[in-house]
């Protein structure tokens, strides 16, 4: 009686223990999200086909990080924080992701618009993800030089500003390693070439991956 007991035991440990094992080997559930990018030349893949610019390739490198996400690219050459206001309500409704990302600006900078009135812009495109549900991370954006050392700090300025105000996470400038290889830019000096997608989805991917 007693060897049956044992024997009982030890087969009834035996099973808890592989149960156990096999639990610990089960790999983790990918973690799925839907992010919208809300931008405009830098992110719509200008001048090249739509297959090579970042945002299509940051699924992949997400998923690398254990991210599974649906990259909705909602970004249009030539766009302000303005058009993005015109255009956001629709896009969330139809998409209604988990994040927004924000990259606007750069042409807002690029025609002199006041800081003020992006900044102004930016809080507006943050207040309607948010209130649709929305997480929000904002990018830098800079202007060249050229325009002038005040104007220049203070368009910079806007964009931690309004990232400290609202609480969200700032992404660094996804281009300043890229802008001082001229192989990887085109000629106009300000947007960068399809060899330099690969490169920005990577840096990407890296930041959302502490983000999301």
């Known amino acids: ?30 973690i799925k999200t839907t992010i919208l990018i809300l931008g405009d030349s830098l992110s719509a893949g200008y001048q090249m086909s739509i297959e090579q610019s970042w945002p299509s390739l940051l699924p992949k490198e997400l998923e690398q990080k254990g991210i599974e996400a649906n990259v909705i690219n909602g970004s249009i050459s030539g766009d302000t924080t303005g058009n993005g206001l015109q255009r956001l309500p629709a896009l969330l ?12 600006g750069a042409n807002d900078g690029l025609r002199g618009f006041p800081p003020a009135t992006i900044k102004k812009n930016l809080l507006q495109l943050i207040q309607q993800s948010q209130a ?3 997480q929000v ?21 806007v964009y931690p500003e309004v990232a400290k105000q609202q609480d969200i996470p700032l992404v660094p ?12 830019m085109m000629k106009d000096g300000l947007h960068p070439k399809p060899e330099a997608q690969p490169w920005i989805a990577q840096f990407m991917a890296s930041e959302l991956e502490s983000i999301l």
């Open 1 to 30: 009686m007693m060897r049956l007991l044992s024997l009982f035991f030890i087969l009834c440990f035996s099973s808890i223990s592989h149960a156990a094992t096999s639990q610990a080997t089960i790999p983790q559930t990918a």
């Open 93 to 104: 409704k139809q998409h209604q992701p988990d994040w927004v990302l924000i990259e606007l």
């Open 132 to 134: 649709a549900g929305s």
């Open 137 to 157: 991370a904002l990018m830098q954006i800079m202007v060249p030089p050229n325009y002038g050392k005040r104007y220049t700090q203070a368009f910079a300025n």
């Open 173 to 184: 400038f996804f281009l300043a390693q890229v802008i001082v290889k001229p192989e990887w």
